[in-house]
């Protein structure tokens, strides 16, 4: 069956400490206009362990997906995520302007994470696989019991990494 992995990045991979390592930042080829915060190297081995256990594909449904998908690889390649990234949720908004690339952050308005996962679902025909929705926030709506939860603080850790390796194997519900 297939297993798929929505991966959050802010408050899951890049943290309230590692956005202050400021001689870290760095820019990708597609945008020059904006510097990267670097990732905690520990929720980045915590992923990659959760990745490789499972075997999941994985899915950006983080804002930084503003930035566009290429962009988005490069940073998760460049601070070492191994992961088949295989696409991104969609806005779900009818108001077309909302989603541009390399909009500025303080006019990005999201609609609950959960009904733009539910929509990648549909598009692409996986409401059957097992999922596990990787997040800091908790606007989930119906697919909340298939959250493991971070925090800004901490970002993932290994008992998340436990809980993500165990869902994608149980039977699913
Ligand atoms: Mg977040």
């Known amino acids: 069956m297939r297993k798929l992995l929505f991966l959050d990045i802010d408050g899951v991979l890049a943290t309230a400490a590692s956005v202050h390592l400021k001689d870290k930042y760095y820019q990708t080829p597609f945008d020059k206009s904006f510097h ?6 520990s929720c980045v081995e915590a992923l990659n362990c959760a990745l490789k256990e499972s075997e999941a594909e994985v ?3 983080s804002a930084w997906r503003m930035f ?8 998760l390649e460049h601070e070492g995520v191994k992961a088949n ?6 806005e779900t908004r009818t108001d077309s302007s909302w989603y541009v690339p ?3 952050l303080d006019s990005y308005i999201s609609t609950p994470r959960g009904l733009e996962i539910q929509a990648w679902l ?3 025909k996986a409401t059957d696989a097992k999922i596990v929705i990787v ?13 493991v939860k971070t925090s800004w603080e901490k970002g993932l850790e ?15 519900a």
């Open 36 to 41: 990267h915060y670097p990732f905690a190297t």
């Open 59 to 61: 899915v950006i449904s």
């Open 68 to 75: 566009g998908l290429d962009a988005v690889k490069f940073c």
């Open 85 to 90: 990234v295989i696409g991104e949720t969609p």
């Open 102 to 104: 390399n909009r500025k």
């Open 122 to 124: 549909d598009q692409n």
């Open 135 to 147: 997040d800091d926030c908790t606007d989930m709506v119906h697919l909340k019991k298939r959250l």
């Open 158 to 172: 290994m008992h998340h990494t436990f809980r993500i390796i165990s869902m994608l194997k149980e039977e699913k």
